[in-house]
């Protein structure tokens, strides 16, 4: 049985999804800016990425959590066995 030790919290998996997003942000910023030569257009698409990819990062997240550790592994050792 797992323990509350062991789990994921909803605020930590928030918190590593805000943390990565400035991040990552700021690099889709510096790119737009490259590409765009325009700084309000850089920070309107890394405003726009910022909270789509925030969403969607929680979320996988979340997913992963429902996936039991070692079934990926599971999986891999049944295809790599029928080779």
Do not use: C, D
Request: charged share 20%.
């Amino acid at each position: 049985m797992e323990t509350v030790k062991n789990k994921e919290s909803h605020l930590r998996s928030i918190l590593k999804g805000i943390t990565w997003r400035f991040l990552a942000t700021f690099t889709t910023m510096l790119l737009a800016f490259f590409v765009t030569g325009r700084i309000s257009l850089a920070i309107q698409i890394g405003a726009y990425e910022f909270v789509a990819k925030l969403f969607l990062y929680y979320f996988h997240e979340r997913l992963w959590l429902i996936v039991p550790r070692g079934t990926i592994r599971k999986i891999y050792n049944i295809f790599s066995s029928t080779n």
